[in-house]
Every structure is written in C-alpha cells, then in structure tokens.
C-alpha cells in the first residue's frame, strides 16, 4: 500500500509539474506573439535563450570545451541570431496592416525531462504557436524551447511560418547570384 501511494504522489507531482511546464509554454508564445504584434525586434529576441544561458549550461555538464569546440558553438549561435532577426522581419513583412488584430490561439509543445551527466534539463522538441492575424489562422513552428532557472526560453533557431496561403521557411536556403544568404523561401501552399 504505501508503494501505491508513493507512486501516486509522483504521479500526481509529475503531472502538476508538467501542467506547470505547459502553461510557461503557453506564456511563452503569448511573449513571442506579443513581440511581433507590437512590432518589437528586441522583445522577440528576449524570448530566446542567450549566450550567457548556454555557458552556464555547458560548464554544469563537466570538463570545459576545447577551444575549437567553443569557437564552432558561438559560430553556431551566432549562425541561429543571423535567423532569428531574419525571421522576425520576415513575420512582420507577412502582416501588410499596421492594425491587423493579433490574437494568441494556441501553443503546442512536446515537453520531456532528462537526466545528462547528472544535469536535469527540462526541454522541449518542437514548439506550434498557432494565432490569427484578423480573421486568418497561422502557425509558427518556433522548435525548441529549454526551461532554464524556471523560465522557458526558445533555444534553437525558428522554423517556419505557414499562412493559409503559403509557408515560409526561416533557416538558411542557400545563396542569391552575390552571395548572400538566403532566408524565408517561400513555398506555395494549396488552397
């Protein structure tokens, strides 16, 4: 008897404490979706993680970095910063009306805890803001998120963006005819 009620306290705190990780999800997305709604580049890169939060979380997990190691993460974070102010332009592009009504309609997250080296680390694989910009449901694949200090922040670069009439896809694409970087390629969707 006493094997049952302790497996029921964990269940039951377990679930409370995945209830709680969905509702930071959800405040998340409502501060990502507030961001864009206001037109603020700044409050939308806050609602991903930083440098700062990866060196704390790297330096938990023993042995420092070589310093290749180190320079091929920043180059990579610095990479995933490159898309995430492209993707905010390119969200903000798709809105033609300053005054579009925004609304926040739902958020989607596949929370999982584990344990690496002893480090529990609460995460997420895959994130779906879906909102309206006035009548038009759309849905914003933002990926991963991390609850870092009891916070939620989106730790890897933003995926797509899909309208009803197209999806956007934010990551690198390739080169135009000088060079450059390709962000937001467009694929037509059906309607």
Excluded at 70 to 84: A, D, P, V
Excluded at 116 to 123: D, V
Excluded at 160 to 165: A, F, I, N, R
Aim: charged residues 30%; proline residues 5%; positive net charge.
């Amino acid at each position: 008897m006493k094997h049952i009620f302790a497996a029921l306290v964990l269940a039951m705190a377990y679930c409370s404490f995945s209830a709680a990780a969905e509702d930071g999800i959800e405040e998340l997305c409502r501060e990502v979706l507030n961001s864009i709604a206001a037109d603020d580049p700044v409050a939308y890169a806050q609602c991903y993680s930083t440098n700062r939060h990866r060196k704390r979380q790297m330096s938990k997990l023993g042995p420092p970095l070589s310093a290749d190691d180190t320079q091929r993460l920043l180059g990579k974070f610095r990479q995933r910063n490159t898309t995430i102010r492209h993707s905010f332009r390119i969200m903000r592009e798709q809105i033609p009306d300053p005054k579009a009504k925004i609304q926040f309609v739902s958020a989607e997250a596949k929370v999982k805890t584990e344990t690496f080296r002893g480090l529990t680390i609460t995460a997420t694989s895959q994130i779906l803001l879906r909102f309206r910009v006035d009548e038009e449901e759309w849905v914003l694949h933002l990926d991963d998120g991390v609850l870092q200090d009891g916070q939620w922040f989106l730790s890897d670069d933003p995926v797509s963006l899909e309208t009803p009439t197209k999806k956007i896809l934010f990551r690198p694409s390739g080169r135009d005819k000088d060079g450059r970087i390709i962000y937001g390629r467009v694929i037509p969707l059906r309607a």
